[in-house]
């Protein structure tokens, strides 16, 4: 093959061959249309590869895009199903303690069936599960005070004139069991309600004049005599603290006075440490007045409220499950 010849204008190719040689010119036009052709196709290229590229990248980040979403997918379900086995779990322990207190409860109830009301509860023996009482968190005060006749049944302390026990009668001058005490305060002294209840008498009580008896939870009842004016009727339920009378001189009394008398189980029990009570000397009580059987009767209460708040815990779980 010769070498090509050029000029200003033109360039010339001979190409030779075995048997004959071929003679080509090109001008400058073919030139730059050659040119052009080959810049055209280049940019082409490029941009083949360039759109190829970025339809390959957004192809990618859409994939990855769904792996993640089934990921998370996979993890939230995951998730859903180890609460799911908690929930499960949780609501079959409390329901195992739920089972073990309504066992305890189921006792209680059987030794309560055993005992001769008439009697009077008898103190358990050391060696039961109900032989001492525990410490009592405020919350169990403050519902120990309320379901059972604690404190005044006024807004002050007054004078006992007459104590609890055997005495001579201030009118029938013979001796008497006094099965209350007397408080001797100011004509119209409002009355309160020393815990929650049930008015079961509203009227005039031989003797005792106008009287109010109010039943309370756990075998208590008060009574309230000698009243100048009732504040509630039979079958009233009452709040503590709630008014139910103004202090009087009905009956046979020789001055305004409130007679004050707590029953345990139909017996009349000394009231005195009953109004002395507060949260922090409440083990004052359990010690010295021994008619109730406190140790008993407080492990009733806290063994009742633990139940309440296991079926409340159980109720709440089981809402929680079927959301």
């Known amino acids: 093959m010769s070498a090509p010849v050029l000029d200003k204008k033109a360039l010339s190719v001979i190409i030779t061959g075995v048997s ?11 030139l730059r249309v050659i040119k052009v052709i080959l810049i055209g196709g280049l940019a082409l290229l490029l941009l083949s590869w360039a759109v190829a590229s970025y339809y390959f990248n957004e192809k990618n ?28 779990v949780a609501l079959a322990e409390l329901a195992e303690k739920t089972k073990k207190l309504k066992e305890v409860y189921t006792q209680i109830h059987q030794k309560l069936e055993k005992i001769n009301l008439n009697e009077g509860i008898k103190v358990f023996d050391e060696k039961s599960v109900f032989s001492s009482i525990g410490p009592l968190s405020k919350k169990e005060l403050a519902y120990i005070s309320r379901v059972l006749p604690l404190g005044l049944p006024a807004k002050k302390k007054y ?6 026990g055997p005495r001579i009668h201030p009118i029938r001058k013979k001796k008497d069991f006094h099965k209350g005490i007397d408080l001797a305060m100011p004509l119209g002294t409002p009355l309160y309600a020393t815990a929650d209840g049930v008015v079961k008498f509203s009227g005039v009580l031989n003797g005792f004049g106008t009287t109010i008896k109010i039943s309370h939870e756990y075998g208590f009842e008060t009574l309230l005599s000698h009243l100048s004016q009732l504040k509630v009727k039979k079958g009233t339920k009452v709040k503590k603290g709630q008014l139910v009378g103004l202090s009087g001189a009905t009956g046979q009394v020789t ?22 009570w507060n949260s922090s000397n409440y083990k004052h009580l359990f010690k010295k007045n021994k008619a109730v059987p406190w140790v008993f009767l407080i492990n009733v209460i806290k063994f009742k409220n633990i139940q309440k708040q296991a079926s409340s815990q159980q109720d709440a779980l089981s809402k929680e499950t079927l959301k």
């Open 61 to 88: 980040k859409q994939l990855n895009q769904e792996i993640e979403a089934k990921k998370q997918a996979h993890i939230a379900l995951q998730t859903s199903q180890n609460g799911e086995k908690h929930q499960q």
């Open 20 to 30: 004959n040689s071929r003679h080509f010119t090109l001008s400058t036009l073919h």
């Open 159 to 164: 004078r006992i004139s007459s104590h609890y």
């Open 255 to 276: 001055a305004a006075h409130l007679h004050y008398e707590i029953l345990f189980n139909k017996k009349a029990i000394d009231p005195r440490d009953f109004l002395r």
